[in-house]
Each structure stands twice: as C-alpha cells, then as structure tokens.
C-alpha cells in the first residue's frame, strides 16, 4: 500500500515561508535540488490545494524557456509537469484540469484511503493548510521535513493547529545532513 507523505521545508524556527510568502530564504542548492528531483521521480502525485497548485502551476510549466534555469530545475519542472496531482478546492470546478490535475472539492478520507490501494508510489502532500486538514483525518504516514539553517523569526508554521488534532506517536526512520546546512528529519507513522 502506498504512503501519504509530508514533505516540507522549514526554518529552524518552524516556518515555511515569510510573512509575506517569501522562501527566497530556502538554502536550496545543486545537491538539494538533485535529491528533490529524485526523490520527487518516485512520487505517484501531487496532493494540494488551490492556492499551493496556482503557484506551482504560475512557475514550473515555463522553466524551460528561462535561459537561467539550472538542468535541475528544469528537470523538476519536467517531473511536477507529467506527475499526477489532486488538487483540492471549494472555488475550482471539480474534475480534470491542466498538467494532469484532477480537481475534487474536500479531502474525504474514504476516497483518500482508496487513493492509497492503487498502484503507484507514494502520494505528497504540498502545503500546509493541506497537511493540517490530512492530519486532522489522520491520514498522514511520513514526515519528511527538510531543517533550513536560519531563523526567520515569523511567517507561516509549518504545522497548523487543527480542531481536532490529537498526540500521534512517530519513529525516526531517516536523517541527513546536506553539505548546505539543510537537515532532513523523516519520521514515520507508529500505529503499532
């Protein structure tokens, strides 16, 4: 059965982006970048929400016509182009839409635990007012949070407080230390 996966990067003060969206902060380098793309290579989707998705899909789809794009971005903008995504949102008419997106109206969690039958690779979870609805249904497996080296002292949290969220345990599967400074921390789901 395939995961739901959390993939996020934060600063060490717990924020993923500034005030004002900015992640111009990211420590982002060759090496990240590969491991992103490769990691990203295994996925079987993309799961987000609307404003998340508009963002990606302003950026990505064009890489390839800007002369300073490095190979790997335009090798991740390959990926999130041919990959599956689900985006959810209230205002979008649901069903089939650009870049192989299918849009549904709200995270239901039967439908997300059949998602998880199907073949394929993991699905990751983008964003994270996405993440917090996933977790408040306690449909999230692993973690994977990528620690950027630098205070940024407000923004949004990595983790929203839900309505609903209660303690659940982890198990430290993985770490990793770029040459940059960025720690991966992936932790998994203890449901033992």
């Known amino acids: 059965m395939r995961k739901i996966v959390f993939m996020m ?4 003060d717990g924020h ?7 992640i111009g902060w990211h420590r982002v380098d ?15 989707g993309f799961l987000s929400g609307r404003v998340t998705h508009e963002l990606m899909a302003a950026h990505w789809p064009t ?8 190979p790997t971005m335009a090798e991740f903008a390959g990926i ?7 985006v ?15 849009v549904m109206n709200e995270v239901v969690p039967e439908a997300i635990r059949a998602l998880k039958e199907q073949p ?11 993440a917090t609805t996933f977790l408040e249904h306690d449909l999230v497996d692993e973690f994977r949070v990528y620690v950027h080296p630098v205070l940024i002292g407000a923004g949004t949290p990595i983790f929203h407080r839900g309505e609903t ?28």
């Open 88 to 102: 959810f949102s209230r205002t979008l008419q649901p069903g089939p839409a650009q870049w192989h997106t299918t």
């Open 30 to 44: 060759e090496e990240l970048h590969q491991h992103m793309n490769d990691v990203s290579r295994t996925f079987g």
């Open 120 to 130: 394929g690779g993991d699905l990751v979870i983008e964003g994270a007012n996405m």
């Open 165 to 192: 969220f209660t303690e659940r345990p982890l198990r430290l599967a993985e770490t990793h230390t770029f040459g940059n400074g960025v720690v991966l921390l992936r932790h998994e789901r203890d449901r033992g």
């Open 63 to 70: 890489v390839h016509k800007d002369p300073e794009a490095s």
């Open 9 to 12: 990067g934060m600063s060490l």
């Open 16 to 22: 993923m982006q500034g005030p004002d969206r900015e």
């Open 80 to 86: 999130w182009c041919e990959m599956p995504k689900i």
